[in-house]
């Protein structure tokens, strides 16, 4: 299974190449809902002086106002992406006033959907769909499921590797061909042993009740005010989370460019018979959705990996990906770490940029549909019951404890590691690969475990627990400073991004429908 791999790397070695794999381009988008000294759901809008949603490169909202979301540049280095992220937060608090930044994926207090509020940009047409999209989620899908923060992890290869990978592979197609086939490699993988990041990374255990009241569920009283799995690692991943019954008929295909984009764009041309219902705009002709179809744009189908290529402005994702390939790799599993400031750590980040490397050396055969179901049981397994002793998941026709299976991917992680630490003496490639095997021997160490553990101790409910984080967040940031030119990059931003937002709404020159009849009508 893993034989390429070896294989790969031994080349590498012996044509002393393998120092190419090194310093490929890292990014990451945090969400954290903004919430009031109670812990519910910020009802004012997004802070004007950290600049304009809709054009602000770096500080932006994604489903709701209160969801913000944080965006590093592609950067090189894991601790300058950790940095930037810090900054970034540290920037945001000098204009929350007493607001926090929601410390865990899962939210709360949830005072009804409509204690959501649906994010505004404006009145350009660019914002307008921006906003519309969204309330189509709502009614598609309820507003309670948008509010779940995560981090994407962003990856790609440095751009000197791919020459000298082709060549290893005896490769002769056109480069970004190539290229963009080895990262529809990495992506079936990434869903072939997604269920590990969720096992390593997930610390969504435990929700509010408020999240779920009145509603049906077989979740377990953890106390008053908290529902849990006992062996839940990630529920942000699970059924009540990004899970949408009218998508389970899409067969998605990544198995090449050609299919993945033909799939998802035939979804956004399909009217969906649910969603009719719904209708387009209601009785005071306000938009309730972009259109009927089982996909209002491609951004809405609910994948735990993408591949991806940047869109210019108007441009519809799948003719970016048609046009210009694939560009990098998104990974969407990963929930907040409640336990670091950001989110995330130096540690994480090693860890799962050596893990994407390793789905894009490694054996990666085309992913029948069968095998698809079972890679995605396996995640929702995992999610809900994946620190159960000696769980079982599905490799192929064949069956593995998860135990096994991680340590052996682990193992097969190790020559790896120990490229990508290069001279660094400290290896934390290496460290990281090896705090994450102690994991699968000791599910306690995982952040799930840590999380529960803590909770019980100290007598908290995740809603307390969670409050009790996010103060702890804010004073980590409230005592940090920007230099003056971190300072100053971050005021030029806002203030750029409101012009920028001005200069968009004056240029407009369609009706908001037939920029929309414009949009969709593009191939």
Not at 12 to 34: D, I, M, N, P, Y
Not at 229 to 256: A, C, F, H, W
Not at 363 to 382: A, G, M
């Amino acid at each position: 299974m893993y034989s390429h791999i070896k294989e790969r790397i031994n080349k590498l070695l012996k044509t002393q190449q393998a120092h190419s794999l090194c310093g490929g381009l890292k990014g990451l988008e945090k969400e954290s809902l903004r919430v009031n000294p109670e812990g519910k759901i910020a009802q004012t809008p997004h802070p004007f002086s950290l600049g304009a949603a809709l054009t602000n490169p770096y500080i932006t909202t994604d489903y709701s106002e209160a969801l913000m979301e944080f965006i590093t540049p592609p950067l090189s280095d894991v601790k300058e992406c950790i940095s930037f992220m810090e900054a970034l937060h540290t920037y945001t608090y000098q204009h929350l006033g007493d607001e926090l930044l929601w410390g865990t994926s899962m939210p709360c207090v949830v005072d009804g959907e409509k204690s959501i509020p649906i994010a505004n940009y404006g009145q350009s047409n660019v914002g307008q769909m921006k906003h519309v999209y969204r309330v189509g989620l709502w009614h598609r899908y309820g507003r309670s499921m948008q509010a779940i923060a995560g981090i994407h992890f962003n990856y790609s290869l440095p751009e000197t590797f791919w020459p000298i990978y082709q060549q290893i592979e005896d490769n002769t197609q056109p480069t970004q061909d190539f290229i963009s086939g080895r990262y529809l490699d990495m992506t079936r993988n990434l869903h072939r042993y997604g269920w590990l990041v969720l096992y390593l990374f997930g610390a969504s255990p435990a929700i509010c009740k408020s999240f779920l009241k009145d509603q049906d569920h077989s979740f377990e009283e953890f106390d008053y005010g908290t529902l849990f799995e006992p062996n839940s690692t990630s529920l942000r991943m699970s059924d009540i989370g990004y899970k949408n019954d009218s998508q389970s008929n899409i067969d998605v295909s990544y198995n090449n460019l050609e299919d993945y984009v033909k799939n998802l764009s035939a979804a956004t041309h399909t009217s969906y018979s649910e969603y009719e219902k719904i209708g387009l705009k209601d009785s005071h002709n306000n938009h309730k959705q972009l259109n009927t179809n089982i996909l209002q744009i491609e951004n809405e189908y609910y994948s735990n990996v993408r591949p991806k290529q940047i869109a210019k402005s108007s441009e519809r994702p799948s003719n970016a990906l048609k046009e210009r390939g694939v560009r990098y790799v998104e990974l969407r599993s990963v929930d907040l770490g409640a336990f670091d400031p950001s989110g995330t750590s130096e540690q994480q980040l090693y860890f799962l940029e050596a893990f994407m490397i390793f789905c894009l050396l490694t054996d990666s055969p085309d992913l029948s549909s069968h095998e698809k179901e079972c890679v995605d049981n396996n995640l929702t397994q995992v999610a809900s019951q994946g620190r159960a002793k000696d769980l079982t998941l599905h490799r192929c026709n064949d069956s593995i404890k998860l135990k096994d299976w991680g340590l052996e991917i682990c193992n097969e992680m190790e020559a790896l590691c120990h490229i990508l630490d290069a001279d660094d003496p400290t290896k934390p490639y290496s460290s990281s690969l090896k705090y994450q095997v102690n994991k699968f021997n000791d599910a306690s160490l995982t952040p799930s475990a840590r999380l529960l553990n803590m909770m019980k101790d100290e007598s908290l409910p995740f809603f307390k627990f969670a409050l009790k984080k996010s103060q702890e967040h804010q004073t980590y940031y409230s005592q940090q400073q920007l230099s003056a030119e971190q300072q100053s990059f971050f005021d030029k931003a806002a203030e750029q991004s409101h012009k920028d937002q001005q200069q968009i709404e004056s240029a407009d020159t369609l009706s908001f429908d037939d920029y929309l009849k414009e949009y969709f009508s593009s191939e």
